[in-house]
């Protein structure tokens, strides 16, 4: 819905939705991710259209070994 229905949607819905694939991918694959705090995860939903997390999940990325190497590589 966010990007419209019908002959007015958005004509970049497409990329949009891939790009925020490769971004995920790319998130996972050049970082590691930690919790801040080690508690079970509340997963209880705020009110709302878009059920955002009642309590938001706080983390913290290292860059992995491999992505630092390509990223001094390619400067």
Do not use: Y
Request: aromatic share 6%; with cysteine; proline share 4%.
């Amino acid at each position: 819905m966010a990007f419209g229905l019908g002959r007015r949607a958005c004509p970049g819905d497409g990329l949009a939705n891939r790009i925020m694939g490769l971004t995920l991918g790319l998130l996972v694959q050049c970082f590691e991710w930690e919790r801040l705090n080690h508690e079970e995860i509340d997963m209880r939903e705020d009110k709302g259209f878009t059920f955002a997390k009642l309590v938001p999940l706080e983390a913290m990325c290292k860059a992995r070994p491999i992505s630092k190497k390509l990223v001094k590589h390619e400067i």
